[in-house]
């Protein structure tokens, strides 16, 4: 009888719970099978144990790949979310028609899709005769060789990242500008403190719930890089990463060995890893917040 | 006392006149590479760019002459056709399926109802890396590679779609569901006459998203649809921008306009939802 009550909420869910579960719970099940084996979906999986791991672990790409993503989360995360600060408060010292202006402007590049934004940049990085450089010609500049010069290379994804996603977290960090409530800025005022002084010790503290999810969020995407660094290299899974593999990310590491290679166990032990990097890092964000908090 | 005086208003009129400079200075590194793919695509093809720097437009028949040439030479309206049945298919299951079990998920109580949920939120935490390869090789075993259902099917079961119609659907008053049900309406009807239409505003919010993050997709179309046939437009816009595509910059930057003009006019329409389903997805999560 208790069945019967129930059959019409379960009859409900069951197209997402079933989709759900073929879809994500067992693709993840089966990955993990599979990282434990050699496999090339035409021959049968053969066990190995944990060879995949220690294949990738000990490859230079791997090495490669994590270090230039070191490099550029640590330059790409708070250089973003700075912008979109800087953006967000730029855009909240306007009123009306201007703010709503500049926001939709500002939001635009966030409209394109990555792929987009990343060969629309491809080529205004060409040397030469490509805008960017004709715009330091002007400045007399020397011509920069942005996607070949693999000193440049990291900086110049840095930048289209940049362009990118600012737009994107300066919504969200405007939304929380707008629930500060005006009298802790009176009450600022009336102590005395400057404009700048009220940004540090109102807007940020009040900010830091927003700041947190933005953080965490794009910690996490940006750890997972793939589009824009693939596409800006022109890459293929025959030959990906760019000149001397300068760009050359974890994701597209994992990609090239699973349908460049046709080594799919060890793509899978490939996810599994990265997995628990980005499980590490989100749990370390929560236990930084929930130790402030306790502070 | 003067300069005490003088200071916070200068200081006020600093910023003033600064926030002009950096806003316009902010626009236009905004807007200046997507106004310049326009600029090239609406110019003489073969003009140097050092008479013409494509900073405005200079030729629109050779514009819409290249648009034409695109779409009647190549296969990218097949790709379009593609790209956007992909979409909407893709739209469509999302928020049908979403809003049944959020239907049930926010406003009902049943036997299982926390774990079930919690376990669909816990996977927002799951990067895709780890699913995209199992997820290809069982589509794959399906025989779906290629395929319509292959695109559409593994990406229907959207855990944040899920939780944005959840959390909204929290709002409604459980008053008027008793009442409906009182008056004799099934459980179906409640869903589909009640709570759906309530909701038109976060399936809408949910449908652009999708749209745009449907319409985005590079990586999933680029290994589970690899046969030309069945391209998507982030695919076709990859071979023309490949360094063996021959193609030249003006012919590539039609194909990049090409791609941005759903998105934008989705955009120009939807503005105020976009920003609001953004920001609200960050301020709750």
């Known amino acids: 009888m208790l069945k019967r009550k129930y059959l019409p909420h379960y009859l409900m869910v069951a197209p997402f719970m079933v989709l759900f579960t073929v879809f994500f719970l067992y693709p993840i099940v089966s990955g993990f099978f599979y990282s434990f084996h050699k496999w090339n979906a035409a021959q049968p999986a053969v066990f190995i144990g944990l060879d995949n791991y220690r294949t990738i672990l000990g490859s230079r790409d791997f090495e490669k790949a994590m270090w230039n993503l070191a490099t550029y989360i640590v330059i790409t995360v708070p250089l973003g979310i700075g912008t979109a600060f800087g953006l967000a408060v730029l855009v909240d010292s306007f009123t009306g028609r201007w703010a709503a202006f500049f926001r939709s402007v500002f939001f635009l590049p966030v409209v394109l899709p990555a792929f987009l934004a990343a060969t629309i940049w491809r080529w205004i990085y060409t040397p030469n005769f490509g805008l960017l450089n004709m715009i330091f010609g002007w400045f007399g500049l020397p011509s920069v060789n942005f996607l070949n010069d693999t000193g440049v290379m990291l900086y110049s994804l840095i930048a289209v990242d940049v362009w990118v996603s600012a737009g994107f977290n300066m919504v969200i960090i405007l939304a929380g500008l707008k629930n500060i409530p005006q009298e802790l800025y009176e009450a600022a005022r009336l102590d005395g403190a400057t404009r700048f002084q009220q940004l540090i010790h109102v807007t940020i503290p009040m900010m830091s719930p927003v700041l947190f999810f933005v953080l965490t969020y794009g910690l996490i995407s940006a750890l997972q890089v793939f589009d824009v660094p693939w596409l800006l290299t022109g890459s293929s899974f025959s030959n990906y990463g760019g000149r001397r593999g300068a760009l050359l990310f974890p994701v597209m590491d994992m990609m090239g060995r699973g349908f460049g290679g046709v080594k799919f166990g060890e793509a899978a032990a490939y996810g599994f890893l990265l997995t628990i990097v980005i499980m590490t890092v989100t749990a370390g964000m929560f236990t930084i917040r929930a130790w402030r908090e306790r502070k | ?285």
């Open chain 2, 1 to 285: 006392m003067t300069d005490i005086a003088a200071t916070p208003r200068t200081g006020i009129e600093v910023w003033s006149i600064l926030r002009w400079v950096l806003a316009i200075l902010a626009t236009i590194i905004a807007v200046l590479p997507i106004w310049w793919m326009i600029n090239v695509v609406f110019s003489v093809p073969g003009e140097p760019v050092v008479i013409n720097p494509r900073l405005w437009p200079t030729s629109l028949s050779s514009g819409l002459g290249k648009i034409h040439m695109i779409l009647t030479e190549t296969e990218y309206l097949r790709a379009y056709v593609v790209s956007l049945l992909y979409a909407l298919l893709t739209i469509a299951g999302v928020t049908l399926i979403g809003s049944m079990a959020a239907f049930e998920f926010a406003l009902f109580d049943f036997p299982g109802r926390r774990l079930l949920f919690s376990l669909v939120m816990l996977s927002l935490m799951v990067p895709v890396a780890v699913t995209i390869i199992p997820t290809y090789l069982l589509t794959a075993e399906l025989g779906w590679l290629n395929t319509m259902q292959g695109l559409v099917v593994p990406g229907l079961s959207s855990a944040f779609g899920l939780f944005l119609l959840v959390q909204f659907m929290r709002s409604i008053p459980r008053d008027m569901i008793e009442a409906a049900r009182l008056d004799g309406a099934s459980h179906f009807d409640i869903y589909w006459h009640i709570v759906l239409p309530l909701s038109r505003n976060a399936l809408i919010t949910l449908a652009i998203l999708t749209f745009m993050k449907t319409w985005g997709n590079y990586m999933w179309p680029l290994i589970v649809a690899p046969r030309p046939e069945m391209y998507t437009v982030g695919q076709v816009v990859g071979l023309f921008n490949s360094p063996y595509s021959h193609q030249t910059v003006d012919v590539v930057m039609t194909a990049n306009l090409l791609a941005a003009v759903p998105p934008l006019i989705f955009f120009l329409i939807f503005q105020r939802k976009i920003v609001e389903g953004i920001a609200m997805s960050g301020s709750k999560g």
